[in-house]
């Protein structure tokens, strides 16, 4: 299991400053002024920041400090207080892993805010509901509280309050991103990252831009792109400690190690996870804590260090116990059962396997319940109880397909997603070029009016006409570019949208002859397997793509036709894709035939159009 890299540590830090050493040491004085303090604003205003410094060193006993804020608040009648109080009381709730009641906390925070036209309260109590959403998996319900963010910055202008309170409206950007990788959605996750971290950088506010730095460093870790991964990381910590944001420095440590645990450089991992080990001491945050230690077991266990693994993920089982983190814990669980099937304490590892999948089946935690249930039927071959060994096997399976349809789903979701923001993009760009040209007529017929009622001289009247013409014509042109290049987005998108289908209807069709083997009937296999052919054969979805393409690439096929009369349907299919630059597989998706046949379909092309060996096929087409 690879290590934990942190997502959510962000958003506690844009809401409310960042927890330092310092803070810690300010707090038992912090006590004494508040015990001696006459109940006012001023008293609130402390207890809040007391508040800030307990909920990670000792949620626990934070749980009554909220409560006698909110007791203080409504005695005093101090509203923004009570806001925030209700705020603080759905952070606790949610830390706890308690998020209905986090949630409802967060309505009440918000419900207070309204009427004080407290933007920035609105905005984090979105913020955080949001990002609760997104851990139980309800993103319906995340993307609307993050998109009435967006619409109150959009239309910020109308509001009462005007720009005030969106300084920092980067964060709602930062958890769209975040909401984004938890569905596997890197490429979206990347585009809002990128703008939360142009908001970020208009603040002039060095962390925030950090953790900017430090969550684009986690996307690319996900695609992969270990060296743009690291770049971003190692800028982030370096903010961190430069800011002397001990708590911060914490988690771009752990994310470090994480990229290094991926690229398979071990001991740098190892190396990075003990500073944070070392460094997160002065901070008393035990959620991250817990973190590091089960990451540095992680570590240990592919450095074939198992008793070294074993300590480490036991102090993480100690300190999530500690602070109740129920979901959390699994991670740990699922590591240590592994490491003690390694070393054949059969027992144990069974205890901690069964618990990971008692709770991640009942919590709905499909990634956990298919490792543990992996792991689980690893150990039971082990322990030669072969029945439960494939049972437990073919549940994994089950859980895997699921996971790979989803992911399969979600991948098909991002591609619809970023081509509606695209044509959106592209449709307000067009509009905002027929203003354009509606402002330059209507200035050359007020401008037309004024020369004749002065009396200016034709010629010089006929020379500023012309002028204003070729000024029109090139922005009717930037126009004409803009629609082609945007008819040119959606023939791409449809291509591809046309091959993922095929290549999906293809495997399926594929798993259906194999379920048919197996079974004893096949009548509704057969049913199956004919519509699947039905729809790979339907000529309605290529008179879509052409006609596409015809927008496109006007007179392609005439042309073709023109020049190459013994071309057949089939070829000049095959031109047309060849024309959009597609590889060999998307085309032989699209076309429904074996990647060899292509190879046979271009080489018969070739001959047709006497091309010889030193001659390209693919330079000829664009030339069509």
Known sequence: MKPKIIFWFL????????????????????????????????????????????????????????????????KINYKKGEGQAYYRKAGYYRYK???????????????????????????????????VYTEQNKLDFAYERLNHNIDLYENRDSLANGNKGFKFIGTTYH????????????????????????????TENELYTADALNTLGCIEGELKNYQNA??????????????????????????????????????KAAQYQKEGIEAVKKTNHKPREAVLWSGLGNTYEKLNKLTEAIECQKKAIELNS?????????????????????????????????????????????????????RRSVLFSKMKQYDLALNDYKKFKAFKDSMFNTSKSRQIEELRAIYDTEKKEQQIALQEQEITVLEQEASISALQKLLMALGLLLSLLGFYALRQKMKRNKLEKEKVDAELEFKKKE?????????????TLENLKLKAQELKE???????????????????????????????????HKDFNSNVKTKYPSVTSNELRLLALLKMNLSSKEIANILNISPEGIKKARYRLRKKLDLTTEDSLQDLVLTL
Not at 183 to 201: F, P, S, V
Not at 339 to 359: G, H, P, R, T
Not at 527 to 540: A, G, H, V
Request: glycine share 4%; net charge negative; with cysteine.
């Open 175 to 202: 958890v769209l991103a975040n909401a984004y990788l938890e569905q596997g959605m890197y490429n979206l996750a990347l585009k809002n990252e990128l703008k939360a971290l142009k908001l970020y950088e208009l």
């Open 322 to 374: 500690e602070l109740g983190f129920t979901n959390d814990i699994l991670s740990p669980y699922s590591s240590i059962g592994n490491l003690y099937a390694q070393i054949n304490d059969f027992e144990k590892s069974k205890y901690f396997l069964d618990k990971v999948i008692e709770q991640a089946e009942s919590n709905n935690l499909i990634k956990d319940a298919s490792l543990g249930y992996q």
């Open 491 to 503: 023939l791409t998108t449809h291509a591809l949208n046309l091959a993922r289908k095929n290549e």
């Open 518 to 552: 197996k079974e004893n009937t096949s009548t509704g296999y057969n049913q199956l397997i004919r519509s699947i052919n039905f729809d790979l054969q339907d000529d309605n979805n290529w008179e879509n793509f052409s006609r596409y393409f015809e927008e496109v």
């Open 230 to 267: 690291y770049t971003y990381l190692k800028e982030a910590s370096e903010s961190y400690e430069k800011h002397n944001d001990v708590a911060n420095q914490v988690v771009s440590l752990i994310n470090l190690g994480s990229v290094y645990f991926d690229m398979g450089d071990y001991d």
């Open 97 to 131: 892993g308690v998020l209905d009641s986090a949630l409802h906390f967060y309505q009440k925070s918000r419900q207070i805010y309204e009427p004080l036209n407290n933007i920035g309260g609105v905005l984090n109590a979105n913020v955080e509901s949001a990002l």
């Open 11 to 74: 958003f506690v830090c844009v809401i409310s400053p960042p927890l330092c050493a310092q803070q810690n040491q300010k707090l038992d004085s912090l006590l004494q002024i508040y015990e001696n303090h006459s109940d006012n604003q001023a008293k609130a205003d402390l207890i809040n920041e007391i508040i800030q410094i307990e909920l990670y060193s000792n949620p626990v006993h934070v749980k009554n400090r909220i409560d006698e804020y909110i007791s203080l608040c409504k």
